[in-house]
């Protein structure tokens, strides 16, 4: 993904949606939109504008946000003050990706744009993928709710970070024979590299049709 990735901001309180627009804007990657204070704009505007993501406050002046969720032909994280578990579930059952209480840090929402950023990557518009690509999208999407505490690296996965140091992407194998293990053990070791943001994957489709994940160092600026 080349260009930005897109997100309206729906709030009725405007300097909660500039906040919120300026935390956007604070993350590489992704580019805040005007954002609009009633659901009826929230409609408009993702037909218009064709967000990649919509973050969605649950009180709005003319509608619930949970009732216009649905409508929204974009992914869509909640952000609201409504902290009740029937709320929540509600969100999700709707087709949010998400839920965020207020108020919250700069850093909880980065966390999840982030982790939205992988979630695209490992399934862009108009590839097939594989259940295991499933799996570690959801994974890599779910993981951001809460934050993980950093931990030492192993040997093997030191070895795995510096033979992707080139900025290249590749190949499971390339990893492998490079670190001296078995392409299985590579295999493990970048997928769990992705799951924690660290490695950035790319598929790539030969004349067979099925596609080829290569890896490289994620872009930690």
């Known amino acids: 993904m080349s260009e930005d990735l897109q997100v309206l901001i729906v709030d ?25 204070g009633t659901a009826e704009q929230a409609r408009r505007t993702t037909r ?5 993501l919509v973050l969605l406050d649950v009180y709005l002046p003319d509608a619930c946000g949970l009732d216009v969720l649905p409508s929204l032909d974009s ?3 909640v952000l609201s003050a409504a902290a009740d578990a029937s709320t929540v579930r509600q969100a999700l059952r709707r087709g949010a990706i998400g839920y965020l209480i207020k108020p919250f840090a700069a850093e ?12 695209r990557r490992l399934l862009p518009d108009q590839h097939t993928v594989d259940q295991d690509t499933v799996e570690r999208a959801l994974r890599a999407l779910y993981q951001a709710q809460s934050p993980t505490a950093t931990r030492a690296r192993s040997a093997t996965e030191t070895a795995v970070l510096e033979a992707l140091e080139s900025g290249e992407h ?3 194998m390339a990893v492998a024979r490079s670190v001296g293990v078995s392409r299985a053990t590579a295999q493990r070791y970048l997928s769990a590299l992705v799951d924690d943001g660290a490695v950035s994957i790319q598929l790539r489709y030969g004349s067979t049709g099925r596609p080829e994940h290569r890896y490289r160092l994620a872009d930690r600026s």
């Open 12 to 36: 009725d309180d405007f300097h909660v949606a500039n906040l919120h627009a300026t935390y956007v804007d604070s993350v590489p990657g992704f580019s805040a939109l005007p954002p609009v």
């Open 48 to 52: 218009s504008q064709q967000p990649d």
């Open 75 to 77: 992914d869509v994280l």
């Open 108 to 119: 909880d929402l980065t966390r999840r744009l982030r982790a939205y950023t992988r979630y």
């Open 170 to 172: 590749q190949s499971t």
